[in-house]
């Protein structure tokens, strides 16, 4: 035991178990309450614990006391103070019987009662004898729901002889589908042929192949003709991730005005490929906390139509040009991903953040259903593709000339869709979620009773359904040292005075002024005390009669003056 041990005197202590650690007049709330005035007093008392709250926070270190009833409850929450709440009042003579008149408190926001310190660490929560139900979260929300959210800093928190139980978690927001690609442009018609000669003939500059559309990928440039006895050119190639189309062969010379025909050796470009589809986004994996699925891949982009071939030239008459070829159509620009689906919300008995010195006792911590996973966006679909430039004529006029039309430019290809979001996970389902980094204290007769864990979206991770999920939990186990299967009054009459804990080992662990068993003997062990001795804990019947009375305070006194090994 270390040196922050203090020896505490009998009317010290007496004035702190005389009642709360809040010694000041309590706050009394009835469900009947009809006023005049509702001024918190036994004969007037408030009617509602919002009310009870509101009226805490001007009138500091008073305890609640709250007769049993059903309250129906807006937003109830607590901020910067300590507070202490007991409930199972008689309304009516003000005696504590929970079994009776038990306290039903349901609320109407997910979180049943929010509960912050607001950093400060000098104060203290107790909440006894209360049923609170918080309600559902909105379906599609990602909310979580939870009777209890203690945070930020307190002290010392004790949960004793409670039902708590969290409504159902929001299902995940569903992602929104990905957008669709644009199309791809139509090529360009190649320039018309041309006489290009001396004499009565007419000149001209070389006509050039159409222009390829633009897009995902551009389509590939017509080839330019060829003059008198030369071949037109071959068209360029389109480009593009997804395979460009190749540039179509350029036509050999003096065929006539041929467009597209086998036998003319030319080639109209080859059409585009399609682009692939995008990959889906990455899912969420964290059932715990509120998380979004990553967005599909963008789809790929169409490839380019090639460009179709020049015509060949002409030499009846006049030497002339053949026709440019058509311009490839552009690909289609792919499609946007979807964005990913949200997470499911969970359903949680108590959830801790930043407190210390927990002690959860005789209570119940029950769980509805987590939210299930939110689906991921649509991909959206590909842009449609461009098509090719038409084939162009022979432009001479007056005359039967012998060059050639250029050829059709391909099409592009059509554009990849866009990947579908990533799915959401499913809520969890937790008695108890201990986000802070201290151990918590719970004792054997707090049980669970769980709901299950929601479904996860395609490619999300499932929910999980546990009692306890976080930093590492301690225990106050009140041992059955007389064998009898039933851990009561008794089994402090049977324990040794050296092994008060029946392991058979004698050790630090088995001083029974150590309430919070941390193998040290200080103030906290008071806070300890009194915390169960008002719970009305079997844990502190220190004379072993089975009757909580101001014998067991000396009794306390007694081993905590004595110190420990």
């Not at 802070?436 to 979206?457: K, S």
């Amino acid at each position: 035991m270390n040196s922050r041990h203090r020896i505490i005197t009998g009317a010290a202590l007496l004035a702190l178990v005389s009642g709360s650690v809040l010694a000041n007049e309590p706050i009394y709330v009835s469900a009947t309450a009809s006023g005049p005035s509702f001024a918190g007093t036994q004969e007037d008392p408030l009617s509602s614990l919002v009310a009870a709250l509101a009226f805490a926070s001007s009138n500091p270190d008073r305890p609640i006391y709250i007769a049993g009833g059903v309250y129906n409850e807006g937003f109830l929450s607590i901020n910067g103070s300590s507070m202490e709440i007991y409930g199972g009042f008689d309304p009516v003579t003000w005696d504590r019987t929970p079994d009776l008149t038990p306290t039903e408190v349901n609320a109407s926001w997910p979180n049943g009662i929010e509960v912050s310190a607001n950093g400060d660490s000098s104060l203290h929560f107790l909440i006894d004898g209360m049923n609170i139900t918080a309600a559902d979260a909105a379906p599609g929300s990602s909310e979580s729901s939870a009777a209890l959210v203690i945070a930020n800093g307190y002290s010392s928190v004790v949960i004793s002889n409670c039902t708590l139980v969290g409504g159902n978690g929001g299902s995940g927001a569903v992602g929104i589908n990905g957008t669709a690609g644009a199309r791809g442009n139509n090529g360009g018609s190649g320039g018309r042929g041309c006489e290009d000669s001396t004499g009565l003939c007419s000149t001209c500059a070389r006509p050039n192949g159409g222009l390829g559309g633009s897009g995902g990928n551009n389509g590939g440039q017509g080839g330019r003709p060829g003059k008198g006895t030369a071949h037109g050119n071959t068209g360029a190639a389109g480009g593009g991730g997804a395979l460009g189309g190749s540039g179509g062969i350029g036509t050999p010379d003096q065929l006539g005005n041929v467009c597209g025909l086998g036998s003319s050796f030319g080639r109209d470009g080859f059409d585009g490929a399609t682009g692939a589809m995008g990959s889906p986004g990455i899912a969420s994996t964290n059932p715990y906390a509120l998380s979004t699925a990553g967005t599909g891949v963008r789809g790929q982009h169409g490839g380019g139509g090639g460009g179709g071939g020049g015509g060949g030239g002409g030499v009846t008459g006049c030497d002339s040009y053949g026709g440019g070829g058509g311009g490839g159509g552009g690909g289609g620009w792919g499609g946007f991903g979807g964005s990913g689906g949200k997470s499911g919300g969970g359903s949680y008995g108590v959830i801790l953040f930043s407190v210390s010195d927990v002690q959860i006792l005789n209570s119940t911590l029950v769980t509805s259903s987590g939210g299930n996973g939110g689906a991921g966006g649509i991909g959206g679909a590909g842009g449609i593709r461009g098509a090719g430039g038409s084939c162009s004529s022979y432009g001479g006029s007056g005359e039967q000339d012998d060059a050639t039309n250029g050829q059709r430019g391909g099409y592009g290809g059509r554009g990849g869709q866009g990947g579908q979001g990533g799915g959401g996970a499913g809520g969890a389902s937790v008695g108890i979620y201990n986000g802070t980094q201290n151990p918590i204290m719970i004792d054997e007769a707090t049980t669970f009773q769980l709901g299950p864990a929601g479904a996860p979206a395609t490619n999300g991770q499932a929910g999980l359904s546990v009692e306890i999920e976080g930093a590492s939990i301690g225990a106050i186990v009140q041992p059955d040292c007389n064998g009898n299967g039933i851990i009561d009054s008794v089994d402090i009459a049977n324990a040794t005075a050296e092994d008060i804990n029946c392991n058979g080992i004698p050790d630090s662990c088995d001083c029974m002024a150590d309430i919070n068993m941390d193998g040290e003997l200080d103030v906290f062990d008071v806070f300890a005390f009194l915390d169960l001795y008002n719970a009305q804990s079997p844990t502190v019947d220190f004379t072993g009669d089975g009757v909580f009375d101001i014998f067991d305070v000396f009794a306390y006194l007694d081993f905590y003056n004595a110190g420990c090994p």
